[in-house]
Each structure stands twice: as structure tokens, then as C-alpha cells.
């Protein structure tokens, strides 16, 4: 049984940090694409980053701005997202997501609907 569990959102001021962790089970991760998804109330999920199996090619949403870096770490199957410059409108649940590797452009894997599993969620508030 495949499981995405995150961690380490949290409540934080604006301009401050937070790290993101998801660590996967129950799939090969060195051959799964993983990504980063928020989600706010009221509003569509939105693609926030990916990143190949290698690590070796990342994408980000256009709001990002610089301000966000997607790494892995294959041997412990965890994926990060480190959060810099955190402003109150990037509050949202962040989900991570996995999906079986097949050969594509990167930028296919801001969609949604490209992922086969997905983790629960772990809330992120940027406060004023």
C-alpha cells in the first residue's frame, strides 16, 4: 500500500520559512516523479513543484518567484520543499504527490491529474 505522509507545515510570519517533508512508502521511489500541490479554501489545487527521479530537473509554479527549492533524497524516499520569503497568501495545505516515471516533458507534471497518489496534507499559514 502506497503512503505520502507530510510534515512540517506549520503557522509562521510573513517572510519567514518552513520545510517541507514527505516521506513515501509502499512504491519505488527512484523511479517516481514527486511533486508539491497546494490547496487554499475556496480556491482549485495548485501546482507548486516537481522534480524528476534523479533530482536531476525541477519545475516550479510562476509564483514561486525563486523563493521555494524541491529537492529528494532517494535513500531515505523523502522529498522536501524548503520555503523562503513566505507571504500570508501562500497559506494553503500543501500535498505531496507521486507519479510513475515515464519518459516527458517536465511541465507535464504540474498537472494534477498526471499523479497516481497523494498524501494527506499539512497545513501551512503565513500570518501578517
Known amino acids: 500500500q502506497v503512503q505520502l505522509v507530510e510534515s512540517g507545515g506549520g503557522l509562521v510570519q510573513a517572510g519567514g520559512s518552513l520545510r517541507l517533508v514527505c516521506t513515501a512508502s509502499g512504491l519505488t521511489f527512484s523511479s517516481t516523479i514527486m511533486g508539491w500541490f497546494r490547496q487554499a479554501p475556496g480556491k482549485e489545487r495548485e501546482f507548486v513543484s516537481t522534480i524528476t527521479w534523479s533530482g536531476g530537473d525541477t519545475y516550479y509554479g510562476d509564483f514561486v518567484k525563486g523563493r521555494f527549492t524541491i529537492s529528494r533524497d532517494n535513500a531515505k524516499r523523502t522529498v522536501y520543499l524548503q520555503m523562503h520569503s513566505l507571504q500570508p497568501e501562500d497559506t494553503a495545505v500543501y500535498y505531496c504527490?507521486?507519479?510513475?516515471?515515464?519518459?516527458?516533458?517536465?511541465?507535464?507534471?504540474?498537472?494534477?491529474?498526471?499523479?497516481?497518489?497523494w498524501g494527506q496534507g499539512t497545513q501551512v499559514t503565513v500570518s501578517s
Open positions: 504527490a507521486a507519479a510513475t516515471f515515464r519518459l516527458r516533458p517536465i511541465t507535464t507534471w504540474s498537472k494534477a491529474s498526471e499523479y497516481n497518489y
